[in-house]
């Protein structure tokens, strides 16, 4: 079947803005996380949606970033009042039921840019 | 997490096996190593993983040491399309889920 997809692919936007990124994981799987990665790094987890439980959002580095998941499948990422610094590649990930043995699948990611 | 060490960088002519090195001389019983690659503007891909005996798939051989402190990940055939950054990792398996975490890789350059 498709594996994770993400939109847009890429978004250029300006200091102040705010900004939504769309994530698609793969059908019937119950886990979904996102990770940001910055030009040069590693990846930086954000947060993680696991069925209906309530999300771990101990990555997610200001209460500019927020992110939802409506219906236990598609994912939204927003980020309010963009800096600089929020310039990175944000990426989804999916896996069947989100325990740790489990085999993680990525998006292409969505490259952000603030001017 | 600085649990793996990878080289920065190796060559491999095209068609012969990429050996791609990692030691992880702390990992602890319960920590799987896993192998991921990130090709230029695209998401990480997962290639293989194994907790301590040689596994292979339709990408790769894995072969981790009897001591578990070094693995190697092998590509048998390399093409121009293997060209990617290599990520190793330690990924510990408990009850719970467990996020990736990687370092800066080897970027492996498959040339003609």
């Known amino acids: 079947g498709a594996g994770v997809s993400q939109s847009p692919s890429n978004k250029v936007t300006e200091k102040g803005k705010d900004v939504e990124l769309r994530c698609d994981p793969i059908?019937?799987?119950?886990?979904l996380y996102w990770y940001r990665q910055s030009l040069g790094q590693g990846l930086e987890f954000l947060i993680y949606f696991q069925g209906n439980s309530a999300p771990d959002k101990s990555g997610l580095p200001s209460d500019r970033f927020s992110a939802e998941r409506t219906g236990g499948s598609v994912s939204t990422l927003t980020i309010q009042r963009t800096q600089q610094e929020d310039s990175a590649v944000y990426l989804c990930?999916?896996?069947?039921?989100?325990?740790?043995?489990?085999?993680?699948?990525f998006g292409p990611g969505t490259r952000l840019l603030v001017l | 997490d600085a649990k793996t060490t990878q080289p920065p960088s190796m060559d491999c002519a095209e068609g012969r096996a990429a050996n791609l090195p990692c030691n992880h001389s702390?990992?602890?019983?319960?920590?799987?190593v896993y192998w991921y690659r990130q090709i230029h503007s695209q998401g990480p891909q997962y290639i293989i993983h194994?907790?301590?005996n040689n596994e292979t798939n339709e990408m790769a051989s894995l072969i981790i040491t009897e001591d578990r402190k070094s693995s190697t990940l092998i590509l048998p055939h390399a093409t121009l399309r293997d060209t990617a950054v290599y990520y190793c990792?330690?990924?510990?398996?408990?009850?719970?889920?467990?996020?990736?975490?990687f370092g800066k890789g080897t970027m492996l350059l498959v040339s003609p």
């Open positions: 059908s019937g799987h119950t886990a």
């Open positions: 194994g907790l301590k």
């Open positions: 990792i330690v990924r510990e398996w408990d009850s719970g889920y467990s996020t990736l975490t």
């Open positions: 990930a999916s896996s069947p039921g989100g325990t740790a043995e489990e085999t993680q699948y």
């Open positions: 702390t990992i602890s019983g319960n920590e799987y």
